[in-house]
Every structure is written in structure tokens, then in C-alpha cells.
């Protein structure tokens, strides 16, 4: 052993300084060494000798370099790869923290929210590495670390390299690729060009391990192993542990079936229905919860706000409990000063119990009376009243989001109670200010956004270091910024991105804020490569941020990627399923994918959410467009215009409607209003482009799209797939406009 460690320290000496022997496996031997230049430790994997013989330094390098681009918060990166001295070697961070199978080893089994959350964090990386067409094929709690307490994968790419170069499972090494007790049946068979599943496969006995104790199959050798992943049927994880959701044990079902098939397509697909799906709904679980608007009881109706924000912090807090399932503030309002049954709102939201309270302030006295009934049986789960001082708000909203956990008997790890406990300011009035920001935001009119700018500019000034003002904030400039509105965007979005940059800079754990500044990334500045890390970032810190899944969503739909997008879209509407907003975007995410059935499906239901909005009517017209239904597209964008009182975005959209169907004097009146607007104010140019293309006009069609690009106006980033283009794809002018939002095709 010192002179292999002496031998490779020779080989690479200048670059990197061996210390001592980490461990070894079937593969590699890993060593611990200094990186002379960047002064780090790092982790070397050498490759054993008889297998870097076999395989030769050229072809291995060009395969593993394929991997080396791989950027995600659940995979360890790869440093460097080389050859020198016989060796082959690849370098990797070094991770102080244990592996999973240490953690195994010391616990044997884990909590459901652990292994729920694990599997999550891995599903992500491995969606991330699918993508790129990298099949991990050795999935184990061997090759799973824990940094900063999350999951990270590593090896990506090692055994694909293997595979590319020497084919099969390397029998003529004597060494085989992938651990018996994970191999997928097809791979334990030696089957040649697996795919994603056989990842999920291996994925789905990592679940069962940290929930049982053990894999799936065991056997007294690897043979036994295989034969029993080949033939017995797949066991059930509540014979072992009959605490576990029905519905978990049914995706487990799911992902270690024998045939590929009849496995779950994708890693987002198998973590989304870890949480619920469609496929593999189980009864509404006893963790899930709605906190339905609190009443405002002060004598000062205006104090209706402090209310409403009472509620929105409760909801944050309980969301911080990986273990509960809560649906978001966007649906729950929609109950505000409803007589409707506790039963049926419950059966709407798909949850089991509600939370229902009252806030009183006189004052700097606070009543907050809280109440946790089980929908199902009215029967009362838990309640109190809290007497305080103004100073306790924070206090009191953490006792509540506890206590609610007790009730529903979830147990909050240490990390999930420092999040619930969580005191954002301790300026009172700068809090009060930021509720009021949000207040105005809630009500999605330009003029209230720019009171909610106003507000939360007001909470900064209180307290600079107030990190859910900066957000406030900077979504108030990012919603004036996204083209629905007269501000231009360019003169708007630089104060957003400053704002959500500072808040992140201020609490880098924020979701929200990450998905919010993935969508500034592509939105505003096409740079499509830094936007989908910060997407993946924002789901691995909070699975359950409907907004996060919804602009990934959009994100997806622009670069043609549409099952992944249906994904994330149907995710968050199961997330927020009254919001009108995130329909909407299902909704278009459908049209762009020429799902015109299912898009009019949900414009129809979000139509029915609230009918006086213009929005769902004006959209639903472009669907109608595609589908030729002339009547029913001209009505439907009269209505969104009536109902928009002739707003520019709602203007636009019944012009291009009127020149798609024929009306041309029409289309051509409206958009010469347009024409005359526009030296004013943001009058959507994109969709001026799309109906001069419908008139036949190409030179002007382009001249305005080319100038919402360069002025980033709305909805430029679906210029590759938007339907109502289609007319002006062949014109050789078209591509031009693709590679100046950075995008080929």
C-alpha cells in the first residue's frame, strides 16, 4: 500500500499532495489529498489497475468528461480527471460529512420525513443528470454524502464511462458495475442501453432501505439477490413498518416494478409522488392541512390587513414542517367571510383538518384565538387563546404552527424548529409596513403595486437587514416587470433583480426568492443556463413552493421540454388549486404544448374561480384561434377586453384575435391605437407582432418582435414555442430572433 500511495503521489506531484487512504470499493480506492492550487483538500478516486488496463486513458477521459458539466446542489461536482503514471484518476470535493450508509449503519431506520426528503434531494440530482443523458447505474447509500446536512450525490458519470468504454457489465475485469442489492432487474441481467429507470429502480430500494432497515431483497450471496429481484413479487413496505402512508407504499410499488414500463417515467415524476399524485393517490392524509382566513375582531375595520398577514405567517411557518402537507394562501382566501361548511372547504382543498382563528389588536395588546378541527368529524383537534403583548406576534405564531404539529402528531426535527421560530425583524412597525406591502400586492392592480412598492421601500428603510421586505419588494417591481402592465420592463427590472438579490444575500434559504430570480435569469437577461440550477435550488429547499414549481413550469414550456413542465404545472396546482394564476400558466404551458383540449379545460376552470377577470377570457381566445373556432375566439377576447377595460395587454390580444379570424378593419383600428400608446407606455409589442403576422404583414411583424426582445417585453422568452407564430417560423428572419433571446431552435 505506501509504495502504490507513494507511486501515485509521484505521478501527480506539482498538482496534488496525497495524505492518506479514505476507503475503497469495487472500482476505485479513494484517497485524501491537498489541491496545491486552489489550497483545499479534495477526494481522489483512483481507478484499480487491472480495470484502468482494461480501459485506457483516452477513451475514459473523453466519456467522463461528459459528466464533468453537471452543476446541481445534490450532485458533487467534478473537479479534474487525468492519467499519469498507469493511473486513472478523477477528483471530486471532499465531504467531511458521513454517508448515507453511515447513517444507516448508526440508525438502521429513519424517520418517513428524512427518507421522504432524501429521496426528494436525490431525485432532483437525478432528474438533473437524465437530462444530459447520464444514467448513474450504482444508486446506493455508499455513494450518497451529507453536506450542510443535505443529500449529495456522488460518482455521476463513473459508470457510465466504464460501461461506454468496455461494454457490459466488465466481466472480462471481474468487476461488475452496480451493487446486487439496488441493480435494476434489467441491468442485474445484463442488459446493454439502460435508461432512466433503472436510476429509479435503484432509487426506489434506497427508499425501502431507509424506511425498513434493509433493501427490498436480501440474500446470503449476490446470486440469491438477483434471483430474488428477478422473480419474488415486490414486497410491501407497511408488512415491515405498518406506520407508513399507504400512498408511499405505493410508490415504491411503482418504482421497483420488474418492468421498466410500468415504472414512474421520470425522477420529478417519482418525487412528486412522494408528496401525491393522481396515480398514486392515497386517502387525504391526517398531515394536511388549511389555515382558512383569520377574522379580524379589532374595532378598527382597516386592521383587516393584520389579519390577513396573520394568516399568510402561520401558513409560512407550518410550511417550514416537511411532514405536513398545507395549502398555500391564495386558495385559502378565496373562503374569506365564507358560510360554506368546514367539511366541504376541506374537500375542495383536499385536506383533513383546518385551522380557524381570530386576531384582536388594541393597542399593544394581541388576541390571536386559534382552533384545529378535523374536517371529517367536526370534533375539535386542539385550541387556545393567546393574551400578549404586540411584541409577541412572533412568539405566538410559532406556538401555533408547534402546536398544530403536535396535534397532528409530527415530530419537528432541529432544523424545521429554528425555521418555525424564526423572528424575520425586530422592528415591529417595519413589520406592520411589510404586511401592508403585501396587502397591496394581494390585489393585482398596478396602481396597488405601486402602493405595495411604496410599503415595503418604507419597511427597509426601518430595518435594512429585513429579508422578506427585500422580497416583497423585489416581486412587487418583478409582477410591474413582466410586460402586463404600462411600465416598461427594462425600466422596471433592474430594481427587481437588486432587490431579490439583497434579500437571498440576506437569507440564502429563501424558496421563493431562488425561483424568483431563476425567472429574472431567462426572463430578462436569456441566460437559460444559470436560471434552471437556481429553479432546481429553490424545489430542494422547499418541495412545496407552488410558485417555484410554476415558473419552472414556464421555464420548461419555453425550451420545448413539455412532460416536464406538465409536471411542475400539475404540481403546483395540486399545491394552490384556487389560484386563478397558476391555472393560467397550466393553462398556456397546455396551448404551447398544442394541448388544446386540455388548455381550454383549465382556462374553463379558472374562468370559473372568477369569471370578471379579464385575464382567463383573453387567453382562452388564443386557444380558440388554433382551433378555428372563429365565433368563440372573437367573443371570448371582446369579453377579456370589456372586462380589462381596455388595458393595453387585453387590447393587444383582441387585435391579434380579430386579424387571426378575418375581422382585418377591426384588427387594424385596434392596432393603430396601439401604434399611437406606445410612445407612452408598454403596450405589449410581442403580441402586435403576432397579429401583423396574421395580416400579412412580415416586415412589421418582425420589427416589432424584434423590438419587444431587445425592450424584453412579455412572453419573447415563448418565442419558440408560442402556436400563434407558426405563420413566420419558415421566414428566414425567424432564426435570428431565436439566437437573440439565446436559443437555436
Not at 453536506?147 to 471481474?174: K, M, N, P, S, Y
Not at 440469491?224 to 429481484?229: E, N
Request: charged share 25%; net charge negative.
Amino acid at each position: 500500500m505506501t509504495d502504490v500511495v507513494g507511486r501515485l503521489g509521484t505521478a501527480l506531484a506539482g498538482r496534488y499532495t496525497i495524505e492518506r487512504e479514505l476507503g475503497r470499493g469495487g472500482m476505485a480506492t479513494v484517497y485524501l489529498a491537498e489541491d496545491r492550487k486552489h489550497h483545499r483538500h479534495v477526494a481522489i478516486k483512483v481507478l484499480k489497475p487491472e480495470l484502468a488496463a482494461a480501459l485506457g486513458p483516452e477513451r475514459f477521459l473523453r466519456e467522463i468528461e461528459l459528466v464533468a458539466g453537471l452543476t446541481h446542489p445534490h450532485i458533487l461536482p467534478l473537479y479534474d480527471s487525468g492519467g499519469a503514471g498507469g493511473f486513472l484518476y478523477y477528483v471530486m470535493p471532499y465531504v467531511e460529512g458521513e454517508s448515507l450508509r453511515d447513517r444507516l449503519n448508526r440508525e438502521r431506520e429513519l424517520s418517513l420525513e428524512d427518507a421522504l426528503r432524501i429521496t426528494r434531494e436525490v431525485a432532483d440530482a437525478l432528474s438533473c443528470a437524465h437530462r444530459h443523458a447520464v444514467v448513474h447505474r450504482d444508486i446506493k447509500p455508499e455513494n450518497i454524502l451529507f453536506q450542510t446536512g443535505h443529500a449529495v450525490v456522488t460518482d455521476f458519470g463513473i459508470a457510465r464511462a466504464i460501461t461506454a468504454v468496455a461494454g457490459g457489465t466488465l466481466t472480462e475485469t471481474g468487476i461488475a458495475i452496480g451493487t446486487p442489492g439496488y441493480m435494476s432487474p434489467e441491468q442485474a441481467t445484463g442488459e446493454r442501453g439502460l435508461d432512466a429507470r433503472s436510476d429509479l429502480y435503484s432509487l426506489g430500494c434506497l427508499l425501502y432501505e431507509m424506511l425498513a432497515g434493509e433493501p427490498p431483497y436480501t440474500g446470503s450471496t449476490a446470486r440469491a439477490v438477483v434471483a430474488k429481484c428477478l422473480i419474488d413479487p415486490v414486497p410491501s413496505i407497511r408488512r415491515v413498518r405498518d406506520s407508513i402512508p399507504a400512498h408511499v407504499d405505493a410508490v415504491l410499488t411503482r418504482a421497483l416494478a420488474k418492468v421498466p414500463a410500468d415504472r414512474f417515467a421520470t425522477a420529478a415524476e417519482f418525487a412528486e409522488a412522494l408528496v401525491t399524485t393522481p396515480q398514486v393517490a392515497a386517502p387525504v392524509s391526517k398531515a394536511s392541512i388549511a389555515v382558512l382566513p383569520f377574522a379580524n375582531l379589532s374595532a378598527d375595520s382597516d386592521n383587516e390587513y393584520f389579519s390577513d398577514g396573520i394568516t399568510q405567517d402561520i401558513i409560512t411557518r407550518l410550511s417550514q414542517i416537511g411532514a405536513l402537507q398545507v395549502v398555500s394562501r391564495t386558495s385559502v382566501m378565496r373562503y374569506k367571510h365564507t358560510t360554506r361548511s368546514l367539511r366541504d372547504i376541506a374537500g375542495e382543498l383536499g385536506v383533513a383538518s383546518v385551522l380557524e382563528g381570530s386576531v384582536r389588536c388594541a393597542g399593544d395588546r394581541l388576541r390571536i384565538t386559534a382552533q384545529l378541527i378535523d374536517a371529517r368529524t367536526d370534533r375539535p383537534l386542539w385550541a387556545q387563546t393567546f393574551d400578549r403583548n404586540m411584541t409577541d406576534v412572533f412568539a405566538v405564531q410559532a406556538e401555533v404552527a408547534e402546536s398544530i404539529a403536535n396535534a397532528l402528531g409530527t415530530r419537528l426535527s432541529p432544523t424545521e424548529r429554528a425555521a418555525v421560530g424564526r423572528r424575520p425583524t425586530d422592528d415591529l412597525e417595519a413589520y406592520n409596513l411589510c404586511l401592508l406591502g403585501r396587502h397591496f400586492w394581494n390585489r393585482w392592480t398596478e396602481k396597488d403595486f405601486t402602493k405595495s412598492v411604496e410599503h415595503f421601500q418604507s419597511a427597509i428603510e426601518r430595518d435594512p437587514a429585513y429579508a422578506l421586505a427585500h422580497f416583497g419588494l423585489g416581486l412587487a417591481w418583478t409582477t410591474l416587470a413582466l410586460g402586463y402592465f404600462t411600465l416598461r420592463p427594462l425600466d422596471v427590472y433592474p430594481k427587481a433583480r437588486r432587490a431579490i438579490t439583497r434579500a437571498l444575500e440576506l437569507d440564502p434559504e429563501m424558496a421563493e426568492a431562488h425561483a424568483w430570480l431563476a425567472d429574472l435569469d431567462y426572463w430578462f437577461e436569456f441566460d437559460w443556463r444559470r436560471a434552471e440550477p437556481r429553479f432546481e435550488r429553490a424545489l430542494s429547499l422547499d418541495p412545496g413552493c407552488s410558485m417555484a414549481h410554476d415558473l419552472y413550469g414556464c421555464f420548461l414550456t419555453a425550451l420545448h421540454r413539455h412532460a416536464d413542465a406538465r409536471v411542475q404545472y400539475e404540481r403546483a396546482c395540486a399545491l394552490e388549486p384556487l389560484s386563478g394564476y397558476i391555472i393560467a400558466n397550466a393553462a398556456l404551458g397546455a396551448y404551447r404544448a398544442r394541448d388544446y383540449t386540455r388548455a381550454i379545460e383549465l382556462f374553463q376552470r379558472e374562468i370559473a374561480l372568477d369569471p370578471n377577470l379579464p385575464m382567463g377570457h383573453a387567453l382562452m381566445a388564443l386557444v380558440h384561434v388554433q382551433q378555428a373556432g372563429r365565433a368563440e375566439a372573437l367573443a371570448e377576447s371582446s369579453e377579456g377586453l370589456r372586462l380589462g377595460g381596455g388595458a393595453p395587454p387585453w387590447e393587444a390580444i383582441h387585435g391579434y384575435v380579430c386579424a387571426a379570424c378575418g375581422e382585418q378593419a377591426e384588427a387594424r383600428r385596434v392596432l393603430g391605437e396601439l401604434e399611437t400608446r406606445r410612445a407612452a407606455e408598454n403596450v405589449w409589442l410581442f403580441m402586435l407582432g403576432m397579429a401583423y403576422g396574421k395580416l400579412g404583414e412580415r416586415d412589421l411583424a418582425f420589427a416589432r418582435l424584434q423590438e419587444a426582445c431587445r425592450e424584453r417585453g412579455g412572453w419573447v422568452t415563448w418565442l419558440g414555442v408560442e402556436p400563434g407564430l407558426d405563420d413566420l417560423r419558415t421566414d428566414p428572419r425567424f432564426p435570428a430572433l431565436l439566437q437573440g433571446i439565446g436559443l437555436t431552435s
